[in-house]
């Protein structure tokens, strides 16, 4: 097989069109057209319907593509482990989280992390869809249950609990609710039951609707729910860690709470050596160290 052939086939099918797969091979069009042809004249088959509107893989083409991005990710990975032997930590480093998790408390906190490593590049991807790290999808997760993949290193960050939220302004116009009944003369926020979210935060928000809500205000996502609770329009379900970025919130029916949802970091165990991996680790631990810290002076831990 000719590797080089396989590498401009996986081009053309990722990009699909001969046009951009050139662009980014800095090949032209008719090489690249010519050495997808001769590819699939070596296999007697065909690998790309042709249409107007760009190119796409027959069955025959879907199942070279699997293998040829198989392939991609365990060079991605070796290329990955080679950089890591130098000193220096630099290069990519691909992190995933759910989108609360890294867009109210990880982003905020990254700055420290550049100015210790300022030729570090993360990508930061943000789903709640579980990435497949043994594949590389991902060089490190932190989710809000323990990993379920096999050969993956996972370390226990912390835990965390739904709670009730609201703005000083919004209390002070509607007054405090003294129990669950309270709520149904008050805006409850919060995620829709049928948004993708940790198990306990979805129970808590049945538990409450429970209680005759007059008037609520569903998002997908916990930053929305919490730039309506700051925007004084209700009470809203949050995570606990959003407290010490956001101090002004109060905290309301302190008794009220989702039962504890563990957070991890983990990372595929051919890792267990990148600096890059290494250094992330480390900076999530001090900075999870700090927040605790932080909490237990604010009296909210």
């Not at 090489?31 to 070596?42: D, F, G, K, M, P």
């Not at 990435?131 to 590389?136: A, G, T, V, Y």
């Not at 919004?170 to 049928?194: F, K, M």
């Amino acid at each position: 097989m000719d590797w080089d052939k396989l590498r401009i086939f996986h081009a053309v099918a990722d990009a699909g069109s001969l046009t951009h797969a050139g662009d980014a091979l800095h090949l032209s069009q008719s090489a690249v057209s010519r050495q997808i042809r001769a590819l699939e004249e070596s296999l007697n088959t065909t690998l790309f319907h042709r249409h107007a509107r760009g190119l796409i893989l027959t069955e025959q083409g879907e199942l070279l593509f699997d293998a040829t991005a198989a392939m991609a990710k365990r060079i991605d990975s070796a290329t990955a482990r080679i950089r890591d032997s130098e000193e220096e930590v630099f290069g990519e480093l691909k992190v995933t989280t759910t989108h609360g998790f890294g867009v109210l408390w990880l982003a905020p906190r990254l700055t420290k992390l550049y100015e210790k490593y300022p030729d570090l590049r993360i990508d930061l991807m943000l789903e709640e869809r579980v990435l497949d790290l043994p594949m590389r999808e991902a060089d490190v997760a932190i989710r809000m249950k323990e990993p379920s993949q096999a050969d993956l290193i996972r370390k226990r960050l912390m835990s965390i609990r739904m709670r009730m939220y609201a703005s000083p302004a919004y209390l002070e116009a509607r007054g405090v609710p003294e129990s669950l009944e309270d709520l149904s003369h008050h805006r409850l926020i919060c995620q829709n039951t049928s948004s993708a979210q940790v198990t306990a935060g979805k129970t808590m928000i049945q538990d409450l609707l429970a209680y005759d809500i007059q008037t609520s205000l569903t998002v997908n996502n916990y930053f929305g729910v919490l730039q309506a609770v700051i925007s004084n329009l209700g009470i809203g379900v949050l995570p606990d860690y959003i407290i010490e970025d956001f101090p002004n919130v109060v905290r309301v029916l302190p008794e009220v709470e989702s039962n504890e949802v563990p957070v991890f970091l983990a990372y595929p165990e051919e890792l267990r050596h990148s600096k890059r991996v290494s250094a992330f680790r480390d900076f999530v631990q001090e900075e999870i160290f700090a927040h605790r810290r932080q909490l237990k002076a604010m009296g909210a831990g």
